[in-house]
């Protein structure tokens, strides 16, 4: 009794697992599982190195950066270029009732500016005579090449731009940008069909500043928000709200006197400077191939030239 | 023979509906004249379409394609390699461990979440920016983009279910 009893519960055991189907997917699953977790760390140690060999500037991540940038840029841009053309010509549709307006101020400024360049005649005239009168070394002539940006930061982690002026339009590194209003950035990366440009707004962006009245130098920084910060002023310095801010060119990058903004606030020896930038219509930019930095290094490299 | 082609081709373009639904919003936000206007800060869309497929395909979103597209981002924002990355991979595997429990609830629960984990999202990412550039970045820029994404949520979330609907991923 006792043995048919044992016999029964082992085969109906036994009977139970030999029909139990193994599925491949259960063994798979948990490898999955695993895998995925796995995986996961990977990747976010793999980001970790990533970020800081591009903080360290190791040459072959730059040079990946740029040869990725330059390959994937094209795309975007092709990718958008359909909507890109067809928002352009919503916009010009809608502009096209203020033609008539918009021709009629552009045709009373024009005659302003006849009438200014007149006076500005003279005075360059005069300026001209009174260097040549008085010896003096002037800075070197500075060219203008004219591009658009092609892609923008769009958030708050980084402020920097891309331009369609590569190293074959005469881009270099350290050049500085404008838009018609004032100082936009300094050209950071440099592939053959494009630039990036780290706006002065930017938390990593430091750049020789005097205001225009007092003459007195300071460093101007960006923190990532649309204030830029003025630093290491002289003590006796006498701002005041409104003060036009302009690079001293100091260092001999970026040319002298190019408008970066005015003073908006001060407290204390906290000093907010107002971009002259409207970075929410930025379109177009301008590089200024300053010959300075190069003139200078040729020197120091063969003083008998 | 041409019908086994068309819906192997048919079967892989669903599969990668997701991947390519966030490229095109990478690529979007970075566009200077774009629908989104010419504002210097937009939302970060691509963030909430990670959370969205997480939630709803997320076998469909791999890491590997999560790191590619993360890097893509940062060569086209001019970010530290590595920084989006870390910011996708935080939301896919905070959606994908909490997928049972969020998945069947009401919407506005899900943008409860969505919230949350945004949040946390820009919070390593100021962090991330503070410890990479070694000084103090300004706080209300972070808090801007961080409203115009969940704010923005509602909309693509919308869109994306339709996208999903569409084409049947």
């Known amino acids: ?305 | 023979m041409r019908v086994v082609f068309s819906q192997r081709l048919s079967g892989g373009f669903k599969k990668i509906v997701p991947e390519m639904s966030i490229l095109f919003l990478i690529i979007l936000s970075v566009q200077p004249q774009s629908v989104l206007g010419n504002s210097v800060i937009s939302p970060f869309l691509c963030l909430s379409a990670v959370f969205y497929w997480s939630l709803h395909r997320q076998g469909h979103l791999y890491v590997v394609t999560l790191i590619i597209l993360g890097i893509i981002s940062d060569i086209l924002i001019g970010a530290s390699l590595g920084f989006t990355p870390i910011l996708f991979l935080t939301v896919f595997a905070i959606s994908s461990w909490q997928k049972k429990n969020v998945l069947l609830k009401p919407f506005y629960l899900i943008w409860g979440v969505f919230s949350l984990i945004s949040g946390l999202a820009f919070v390593i990412a100021w962090a991330i920016t503070f410890f990479v550039s070694l000084q103090y970045a300004d706080i209300g820029p972070f808090a801007i983009q961080y409203f115009m994404t969940v704010i923005s949520f509602p909309i693509l979330d919308w869109l994306l279910s339709h996208i999903q609907r569409a084409v049947a991923v």
């Open chain 1, 1 to 305: 009794m006792v043995l048919i009893k044992l016999t029964h519960e082992v085969g109906g055991r036994g009977y139970s697992m030999a029909r139990k189907p193994v599925l491949f997917s259960s063994l798979v699953k948990p490898l999955k599982a695993w895998w995925q977790k796995t995986f996961f760390a990977v990747g976010i140690v793999a980001s970790i190195l990533f970020m800081m060999m591009d903080r360290v500037e190791v040459s072959y991540v730059k040079e990946i950066r740029i040869n990725l940038t330059d390959a994937v840029l094209p795309i975007t841009q092709a990718i958008f270029h359909p909507i890109n053309s067809i928002s352009n010509f919503v916009d010009d549709f809608k502009n096209l009732n203020q033609a008539h307006e918009v021709v009629k101020v552009l045709e009373a400024q024009v005659r302003e500016l006849q009438e200014e360049l007149i006076v500005t005649q003279g005075l360059m005239t005069q300026n001209k005579r009174l260097k040549e009168q008085t010896n003096f070394v002037d800075f070197p002539d500075t060219k203008i090449i004219t591009g658009r940006v092609v892609a923008h930061s769009g958030g708050p982690f980084v402020k920097s731009m891309l331009i369609n002026i590569g190293q074959d339009n005469g881009a270099r590194l350290g050049q500085a940008v404008m838009s018609e209003y004032g100082l936009v950035g300094v050209i950071v990366e440099v592939a053959s069909s494009f630039a990036r440009v780290l706006q002065i707004t930017d938390i990593n962006s430091q750049i020789p500043v005097v205001t225009e009245n007092t003459r007195d130098p300071a460093i101007i920084k960006g923190d990532n928000s649309r204030f830029l910060k003025l630093k290491f002023m002289p003590n006796d310095s006498l701002l005041a709200v409104g003060d036009k801010i302009l690079t001293s060119g100091h260092g001999g990058l970026l040319p002298p006197d190019i408008p970066i903004g005015h003073i908006a606030e001060i407290d204390g020896t906290s000093v907010l400077v107002s971009s002259l930038v409207d970075w929410n219509r930025l379109d177009y930019i301008r590089i200024l191939d300053y010959r300075f930095a190069d003139d200078l290094s040729q020197h120091l490299n063969n003083p008998s030239d």
